[in-house]
């Protein structure tokens, strides 16, 4: 085995994470729908030949798939070793969430690596697709109770073989989507995305050699496993749990826990999600691959500083219960993944705080209120407007926290509203922040925000919404206070109404002129409320971030001092 030096493993793993990186920036640039070109929902990276353990990832993806995708490379793995007939220019597709975990719109796209006729590594690059099919446009069914209802699933197949596009894959895709042009256009920057991970693989090797290249990666694992460790070491050994719910499942109205105990011996830690809520009717479940990667994007942020690799997760065990809602099995849907692993996080957040609180934030706002609104426009032509949208972080023991930021689950950014008005026939009435939202403490919690949409249409539109936070609402850490939870509205002849089920509604019929608004929750609150500083509630108050009123109850008048 050759020995790096520790420059050259500097070098080499910048390279590494630039290939990745150009890699999404080729994706962003060229896909068609805004989830991907705006909102960066995707990922690329680099896996290992043998186990498909991530060894790179592009810097602007989702963290998520960090995990997630070496799950679905092993699935591509496991299906070459059985068919027995991998080659050069391969390339899998596939969305099923069971296998790959996330959703069904996470449409995942591997390729092997050649170099010499031998097999060097993996490619892969996922993107969230704008219509798969299935009973809701935009795929997020809160109704849903099996996957069938939710998107059109692919099991891995062969797209190409040994470089030739296989044509039947495209037409059965674009058929069981209701916007091909879309989709046609989103594979094409995957397809692009490989192609240029290809080059600068060869370019790289031509300069360094396979041999190097190859220990560099090990040496990156190796470097991963070590930093962690290290980092546990220098925390207390102990044992400590949290607890935190869903709302519902989008079927039954009743809460479902998720549960973490949380425990630390020299550079060992363990999380163990034993005493969750069992596997439920709707589509908040999730699958195994998306448990673990979860687990790790907790730990990532929790260790800002550790590299996107697997050599990570090396020290730290993950117990996930069979039956719960944590290791759901197919058929059962997991369309609403997202607001499940953000619940994770926060319990895995919370029982960190209680072993070292200056490591971590108080919750963030908890549910990337995926909200679809659909039609069809006078030409008869469909229209899906599916987006998510942002609310506030948690405090810090160092600053407040980030105002109307994008769930912790990924870099992705919100859509602009000038993009969503300009693609769809909709205008934002209003898109602001939500004062009040933020818990407060000696540091506040983010605020929320407020967006109120209106159809333009003249046929009108169908709305779709999956939330979470309705009910219970993002806690604050070292006795700082809960945010505001999540209200969802929309607006009928004879006035505004709120879902049954709170978070969680579909086949909401509006007219032209007819809109919805979204208040979302605010980020948990840090630290005492008689430790903020006056001069910082009287910044908030004039700011328009916290009321004069609130102000009062919360932290008394002296502020007004300041202010005055």
């Given at each position: ?11 080499l ?10 890699m999404d ?10 989830i991907?070109?705006?909102a960066?929902d ?18 602007s ?7 997630v995708?070496?799950?679905?490379v092993?699935a591509v ?7 027995g007939d991998?080659?050069?220019g391969?390339?899998y597709?596939f ?5 790959g975990?996330?959703?069904?719109s996470d449409m995942?796209?591997v390729r092997?690596?050649?170099r010499?006729?031998?097999l060097?590594?993996y490619l892969?690059s996922v993107?969230?697709w704008?219509?798969?099919?299935g ?5 997020y069914?809160?109704?849903a ?25 495209i037409d ?14 989103d594979?094409?920057?995957?397809l692009g995305a ?5 080059k ?14 190859a ?11 070590a930093?962690?460790?290290?980092e546990?070491?220098?925390l207390?050994?102990?044992r400590?749990?949290a607890e935190?719910?869903l709302?519902?499942d989008?079927?039954?109205d ?9 425990e630390?011996?020299g550079?060992?830690m363990?999380l163990?999600?034993?005493g969750?809520?069992?596997?439920c009717?709707g589509p908040?479940?999730i ?12 730990v990532?942020h929790?260790f ?14 993950v ?6 809602l944590?290791?759901?099995e197919?058929p059962?849907?997991?369309?609403g993944?997202t607001?499940t692993i953000?619940?994770?996080i926060?319990v895995v957040?919370?029982?960190f705080?209680?072993?070292a609180?200056?490591?971590?934030v108080?919750?963030?706002?908890g ?5 679809s ?9 469909p229209w899906?407007?599916?987006s ?5 972080h948690?405090?810090?023991?160092e ?13 992705a950014?919100?859509?602009?509203m000038?993009i969503?008005e300009a ?5 934002f009435?209003?898109?602001?922040l939500?004062a009040d939202?933020?818990?407060h ?7 929320g925000?407020?967006?109120e949409?209106?159809?333009l249409e003249?046929?009108g539109a ?5 939330g979470?936070r ?5 806690k ?18 004879d006035?505004?109404k709120?879902?049954?089920?709170v ?7 509006l007219?032209?002129?007819q809109?919805?608004?979204?208040e979302?929750p605010?980020g948990g609150g840090y ?12 910044r908030d108050v004039a700011?328009?971030l916290?009321?004069a ?16």
């Amino acid at each position: 085995m050759i020995k790096i030096d520790p420059i050259t493993l500097s070098v080499l793993a910048g390279r590494m994470e630039q290939i990745a990186d150009e890699m999404d920036a080729t994706l962003f640039r060229a896909a068609f729908n805004p989830i991907i070109a705006e909102a960066h929902d995707a990922s690329h990276g680099l896996y290992h030949a043998r186990t498909g353990d991530t060894l790179v990832q592009g810097k602007s993806g989702l963290p998520i798939f960090v995990g997630v995708m070496a799950f679905a490379v092993r699935a591509v793995i496991e299906k070459a070793a059985k068919d027995g007939d991998l080659a050069d220019g391969d390339i899998y597709i596939f969305n099923d969430a069971h296998i790959g975990g996330t959703h069904l719109s996470d449409m995942r796209l591997v390729r092997p690596y050649y170099r010499d006729g031998k097999l060097f590594c993996y490619l892969a690059s996922v993107g969230h697709w704008h219509d798969v099919g299935g009973a809701v446009p935009g795929n997020y069914n809160p109704a849903a109770t099996d996957v069938f209802q939710e998107a059109f699933v692919l099991p891995p197949v062969k797209l190409a073989r040994a470089g030739v596009i296989n044509q039947d894959i495209i037409d059965i895709l674009l058929r069981n989507t209701r916007l091909p042009q879309s989709a046609m256009g989103d594979l094409n920057g995957q397809l692009g995305a490989l192609d240029l991970g290809i080059k600068r693989m060869d370019e790289l090797l031509d300069e360094y050699g396979g041999d190097t290249v190859a220990a560099a990666l090990d040496a990156l694992g190796h470097r991963a496993e070590a930093l962690m460790r290290s980092e546990l070491k220098e925390l207390p050994d102990g044992r400590w749990e949290a607890e935190d719910f869903l709302d519902n499942d989008g079927i039954v109205d009743e809460p479902l826990a998720i549960k973490v105990a949380l425990e630390i011996k020299g550079d060992q830690m363990t999380l163990d999600f034993t005493g969750s809520a069992p596997q439920c009717a709707g589509p908040v479940n999730i699958a195994l691959p998306t448990t673990v990667a979860t687990a790790y994007v907790a730990v990532k942020h929790i260790f800002p500083t550790l590299p996107a690799n697997a050599g990570v997760m090396r020290p730290i065990n993950v117990i996930v219960p069979e039956g719960s809602l944590l290791s759901a099995e197919f058929p059962a849907p997991t369309g609403g993944y997202t607001e499940t692993i953000l619940r994770m996080i926060d319990v895995v957040f919370s029982a960190f705080a209680k072993a070292a609180p200056t490591r971590v934030v108080a919750n963030a706002y908890g549910t990337i209120n995926a909200l679809s609104i659909a039609g069809k426009r006078a030409n008869g032509q469909p229209w899906v407007m599916f987006s998510f949208y942002g609310g506030g972080h948690g405090g810090s023991v160092e600053t407040d926290g980030l105002n109307h930021g994008n769930a912790p689950i990924s870099t992705a950014t919100i859509p602009p509203m000038e993009i969503l008005e300009a693609a769809y026939p909709v205008m934002f009435r209003t898109w602001g922040l939500r004062a009040d939202s933020g818990g407060h403490g000696a540091h506040r919690g983010g605020v929320g925000a407020i967006y109120e949409i209106e159809v333009l249409e003249e046929n009108g539109a169908e709305a779709f919404l999956f939330g979470e936070r309705g009910k219970f609402a993002p806690k604050g850490i070292a006795d700082g206070q809960d945010a505001a939870m999540n209200v969802f509205s929309y607006e009928q002849d004879d006035g505004w109404k709120n879902p049954p089920l709170v978070s969680k509604m579909r086949g909401i019929k509006l007219r032209q002129g007819q809109g919805v608004r979204l208040e979302t929750p605010g980020g948990g609150g840090y630290g005492p409320v008689s430790e903020r500083a006056a001069r910082d509630i009287a910044r908030d108050v004039a700011r328009g971030l916290v009321s004069a009123d609130a102000a009062d109850q919360t932290y008394g008048t002296d502020w007004r001092e300041v202010a005055s």
